[in-house]
């Protein structure tokens, strides 16, 4: 157990959007926004190859009108790019080539509804296993409390974003600048700590990894799942998502 | 991993009320609610010791309305017993000299809540880890969906609830006649596995031990997590808690 300091700053893992106005913490917070397949995965290997900013969009419909705007817009349904878009939602489209210095729109309804959710309430920042140290740093510097909001699929509880709530809990704890009374916290670092001897294997329960295979779209999986590819630390200003300026 | 096969029953966790109406599962379901710390367990206890039936309201008001017209009433706040109720709402005052044949009112806020959500749907059973083996059982023998609705504490995710949905779905995957795809379930059953060589060492971690801790009513938590003290398996009828008359 790790109790609430009086000096240390409160952590808290929130497993779906549709909890997020439960969340105990109220004031001076930062959300670390969460949806490991794929769309802060994604957003996070855009930064990495130099986009500009992105603009996430929860629906086609959205992103259509955004592209008739002249954007470069990433768009599927069902595991197919959509006629109109320039890009699916899978991390290895985004490359240097496409998108250094653009500015682009990101279709993603899991990511975006909880995005919509915490844009009133602190700041937001993107988080994904592939830039999970340069994140740690960057909250433990901020010193500030931090709210991790998995994304989940269809406002459901999902393995892959709790298992990365656990992994950064676990580290945002061991700074020492950081306790938790939240269960939620605790059940994840339990659960990471259960999976990271063998992530993939133990990602064969997960039924988002299942739902991926089926559309011919894990592929993206054992990169989603590698830790500290990039130093970038992406934060949303309720309209954009640009790099991180500080 | 247990896929869903077609010819078994499918098994579900929601691990909050507010997370109800995102279940997956839609029709030929039975709800089992938890509410480890203390509702659930306590209903077990009052119908092992003869209670004829139990009302649950979510307001100290309504307990106190029903009271004036005449009957027993359990309903408490911040631990106290309040003035005109006849029962905090600790399991152990649930004596058979008590509630014998009585109908009661037992005031619960985050299990009436969890109630509330689930009565349009499917069949209600009350499950607690007091009377697990006889639920599971009854389960069983059904031969219908199942989705295991955790009460939490004021709408959030608790480590309790979660523990008894990942020993009860334990019990029924290992019956081969259900199976799942739930993530919820996957997790609840790996926290069980984790916790269960010693459960209260293991709820040392859970915000509402502490609670329950600092109100002076943690003497119920031992009882709380006993298997089987009980056979009794008490439905909701939408109004009343009976016992299963089947």
């Given at each position: 157990m790790n109790p609430v300091k009086d000096n240390s700053c409160c952590l808290e893992v929130c497993f779906s959007p549709k909890l997020f106005p439960e969340i105990l913490t109220k004031e001076n917070f930062i959300v670390v926004l969460v949806d490991i397949l794929r769309a802060t995965t994604t957003i996070c290997t855009a930064f990495e190859n130099g986009v500009k900013a992105i603009i996430p969009v929860a629906s086609a419909e959205e992103a259509r009108l955004l592209k008739a705007q002249g954007y470069l817009v990433a768009s599927e349904q069902d595991g197919k790019k959509l006629d109109?878009?320039?890009?699916?939602?899978?991390?290895?489209?985004?490359t240097r080539e496409l998108v250094e210095g653009k500015t682009l729109v990101y279709c993603t309804t899991n990511g975006t509804r909880a995005l919509e959710g915490a844009k009133h309430s602190g700041q937001i920042v993107i988080g994904a296993f592939i830039n999970i140290s340069a994140l740690t740093g960057w909250l433990v510097g901020k010193g500030k409390n931090v709210v991790i909001l998995c994304s989940g699929w269809k406002n459901k509880f999902c393995l892959e974003d709790a298992l990365f709530a656990g992994a950064l809990s676990n580290r945002l704890l061991e700074s020492g600048k950081f306790s938790t009374n939240c269960d939620s916290a605790h059940a994840s670092i339990d659960l990471w700590n259960l999976a990271k001897p063998d992530i993939l294997k133990y990602l064969e329960k997960a039924a988002h990894r299942h739902r991926l295979k089926r559309l011919g779209l894990d592929d993206v999986i054992p990169y989603s799942f590698t830790l500290d590819l990039t130093k970038v630390v992406p934060v949303f200003n309720g309209k954009k998502i640009n790099m991180n300026e500080e």
């Open positions: 109109f878009a320039d890009f699916g939602n899978s991390a290895f489209s985004f």
